[in-house]
């Protein structure tokens, strides 16, 4: 089992930055991907941006192309999500998400941990 802690939410005006964490623990051995995804009330939960857990693969959801990026420290078994440039249509929770199909895989079912989730409010 693979436990899962994001950190990092908050309230931001537009264009603004946030870098949310999320640490991974117990059998990190059986991840394979990693992957932020996000959520509104009323609507499915979407993938923002992935990567492999030991390679260099990436995957980026179009809206946030050059604005965010992901990115893995391997001695803290974080894995950050470095966002720029918010806006009001990023407002949502925010889900860290791990694995144990390749980084190509993107879909909520594919994932098998999740944290708790954490709030990211952008306001106009």
């Known amino acids: 089992q693979v436990q899962l802690q994001e950190s990092g939410g908050g309230l931001v005006q537009t264009g603004g930055s946030l870098r949310l964490a999320c640490v991974a623990s117990?059998?990190?051995?059986?991840?394979?991907?990693v992957a932020w995804f996000r959520q509104v009330p009323g609507k499915e939960r979407d993938v923002v941006a992935a990567r492999s857990w030991t390679g260099s693969h990436v995957y980026y959801t179009d809206s946030v192309k050059d604005r965010f990026t992901i990115s893995r420290d391997s001695a803290k078994n974080t894995v950050y999500l470095q966002m720029n440039n918010l806006k009001p249509e990023d407002t949502a929770t925010y889900y860290c998400a791990a694995g144990p199909f390749g980084p190509h895989r993107t879909s909520a079912g594919n994932f098998n941990s999740w944290g708790q989730g954490t709030q990211v409010t952008v306001s106009s």
């Open positions: 117990g059998r990190t051995f059986t991840i394979a991907t």
